[in-house]
């Protein structure tokens, strides 16, 4: 490799690193009530996850009314617990995606909505939100943020990027006092779904997330086998062949044809 494509390639790579660098934020304001998400979810979030896009976006101030509570009740690390903080950020991520797709709706996927230069600058890339006076991305919140300063990968089976593939859009808000359950719920929900992990398929298949994100599981599991067994009934062994699913990218939308995947 010559020395002009060896920096250029260590430049993207700094800038990548860059753009998911843990935000500064700081707020003295309390923990705000989830219940306006909640109210959203319920009644635009199916069982399996799909959303009624059509519907949302007629009733968008709601959720921008929420967005609005989220960015004066940021949260303060010093005087909030982890799940406090955690369930702000779970949150956050979920609706300001749903904010983000219905800005740019109709459409196929959210990976149709472009930033900057390809393959270098994607849509978890767009500096749209703004918390306590900082400019965030969806990435900031998810690797930042949550990756960064809380050693719980079950973020994995909650932050939902408004695709098929991602663990399904849970239609209530994740509260503080219920979070532990609520992961534990969402992970073994995910594993059980056969569009998202075919289980008891030979070989077995799982999702890309669990390929992408393994170094985030591996401290906890001694392998892909380990964390299936962890969230299901199965009893597979270290023997077991793991292959990992396509993703679908497709939107998480409320259709006759996506609802059908899941009767």
Partial sequence: MNLPTTCLLSLLLILLVAGCSAPRITSDAEPPQHTQWDSLLRDYVDENGLVNYKGLQKDSARLQSYLQLLERQAPNPKKWSDAEQMAYWINAYNAYTLQLILRHYPLASIKDIKNGIPFVNTVWDIKFIEIAG??????????????????????????????????????????????????????????????????????????????????????????????????????????????????????????????????
């Avoid at 932050?159 to 532990?180: E, G, I, Q, W």
């Avoid at 669990?210 to 906890?220: A, C, M, S, V």
């Fill in 134 to 263: 900082e400019q965030l991305d969806l990435n900031n919140i998810e690797h930042g943020i949550l990756r960064e300063n809380f050693d719980d990968p079950r973020i994995h089976f909650a932050l939902v990027c408004a695709s098929m593939s991602c663990p399904k859009l849970v239609n209530r808000a994740f509260t503080a006092d219920k979070l532990d359950a609520q992961l534990d719920r969402a992970a073994r929900e995910f594993f059980s779904d056969p569009f998202r992990n075919q289980i008891d398929a030979t070989p077995v298949k799982i999702s890309k997330i669990l390929d992408w994100y393994w170094t985030d599981f591996k401290d906890k599991y001694a392998g892909h086998y380990a964390l299936v067994n962890a969230y299901t009934d199965e009893d597979l062994t270290k023997d077991t062949t793991v292959e990992f699913l396509d993703y679908d990218w497709s939107l998480n939308e409320q259709t006759p044809k996506k609802r059908a995947v899941f009767e």
